[in-house]
């Protein structure tokens, strides 16, 4: 694994079911977030975590849900899809701390039916 | 309520110049990002702006002035490469990034 990595690349899934986007990471970065890309809009901040074992909320939490068990990983669960889901999700770490940079997985493209 | 203000798209001819302006009004302010999307690729950093003034990085150029709330980056000698969105991304009190629609930029031969 070489940097960020996420898992599935693309999804089609029907309204009610549960989705776990994955993420992981191989930079040991303390701060991880989850965001959503919609066109014409900017990246909007789903979730985030500064460290292992602490996880916040950012401008759109609702309907989603993460854990951050170990440094390396940060999933996101879709607990009950819902159309609006249907979006770009983007997967970033950072090493924290001022002027640092942000990297990003390559995305998840979901679609909610 | 916090936003990030730059244009929608943009045209330039491969070998010119050209200069994305991104205005601001957030909660705070530590520090301004630029970063280059691809179609269908995630965003990759390009420039970070704390302190006014221009930072320089071979054919990029970003430059940040706090109090009128402005940055600009500027692509110098364009190539057909160039051709993406650049999203203009600031941190805000909470040290979380505020995010711009982005500007699409059309590079025509």
């Known amino acids: 694994i070489a940097g960020i990595t996420q898992a599935p690349t693309s999804q089609i899934l029907a309204a009610g079911r549960r989705m776990t986007l994955r993420c992981t990471q191989d930079?040991?970065?303390?701060?991880m977030y989850w965001y959503r890309q919609d066109l014409g809009l900017g990246l909007r901040l789903i979730h985030y975590?500064?460290?292992?074992?602490?996880?916040g909320k950012g401008e759109v939490p609702d309907g989603y849900s993460v854990s951050r068990a170990n440094t390396d990983d940060f999933p996101l669960t879709l607990a009950s899809a819902v159309p609006s889901q249907t979006s770009v999700y983007f997967c970033?770490?950072?090493?924290?701390?001022?002027?640092?940079?942000?990297?990003f997985g390559p995305g998840t493209r979901l679609t909610v039916l | 309520g916090q936003n990030i203000d730059q244009p929608t798209e943009m045209t330039a001819t491969e070998g010119a110049i050209v200069q994305i302006n991104c205005t601001y009004q957030?909660?705070?302010?530590?520090?301004l990002f630029w970063y280059q999307q691809h179609a269908g690729e995630a965003p990759t950093f390009l420039s970070y702006?704390?302190l006014d003034g221009l930072e320089e990085k071979g054919r990029f150029s970003s430059f940040l002035s706090r109090s009128k709330g402005y940055s600009y980056l500027l692509l110098k000698e364009l190539q057909m490469k160039d051709s993406a969105s650049y999203l203009c991304?600031?941190?805000?009190?909470?040290?979380?990034?505020?995010w711009g629609a982005g500007t699409k930029l059309i590079i025509k031969p």
């Open positions: 970033a770490s950072s090493p924290g701390g001022d002027g640092h940079e942000q990297f």
């Open positions: 930079m040991r970065h303390n701060a």
């Open positions: 975590s500064n460290t292992a074992g602490t996880t």
């Open positions: 957030t909660s705070g302010f530590n520090g």
């Open positions: 702006n704390v």
């Open positions: 991304a600031v941190r805000d009190s909470n040290y979380q990034l505020i």
